[in-house]
């Protein structure tokens, strides 16, 4: 592919860049709010889940940093039509996959409802989707 038929961006890269700001944003605003325990934030939360999340390892709020903020830098990076975004992307799965090791080997709390599974769901379907179309545009050339 020449430079000339690289250089256009193909109009759904904006699209999905512009809604994975979004969603990885939101999971960065999620995180900092978390661990700073944000009062308002954390109002809703009951107590046994903070207590869980208290007792949190630290290479499991590190997988949550790592998966968040690959994300959001990935989002970025895919917008600026970057090769680096598939980098991004696959560092923000490793944080994924650590954070969600945490979640299979500890006991969840009584409060953990079956939203939380629909959301770990939504959330690793959203971060293989992100690495996979990136992957596909990088492999077309629509990255540089």
Do not use: E, K
Not at 26 to 43: E, H, I, K, Q, S
């Amino acid at each position: 592919m020449t430079r000339t038929a690289a250089a256009r961006a193909p109009v759904h890269l904006w699209l999905v860049g512009v809604l994975a700001i979004a969603w990885n944003g939101f999971g960065c605003l999620d995180y900092a709010m978390t661990v700073t325990r944000d009062p308002a934030w954390m109002a809703p939360v009951p107590p046994a889940v903070v207590d869980w999340l208290d007792a949190a390892p630290v290479w499991a709020l590190a997988g949550w940093a790592f998966g968040v903020g690959g994300g959001l830098l990935g989002a970025l990076l895919l917008v600026m039509r970057s090769r680096w975004a598939v980098h991004a992307f696959a560092l923000s799965l490793l944080g994924l996959a650590a954070n969600q090791a945490y979640l299979l080997l500890s006991p969840i709390p009584a409060a953990a409802t079956l939203g939380d599974l629909a959301l770990r769901l939504a959330i690793w379907t959203a971060a293989l989707v992100q690495f996979f179309y990136t992957a596909r545009l990088r492999g077309r050339g629509a990255l540089t």
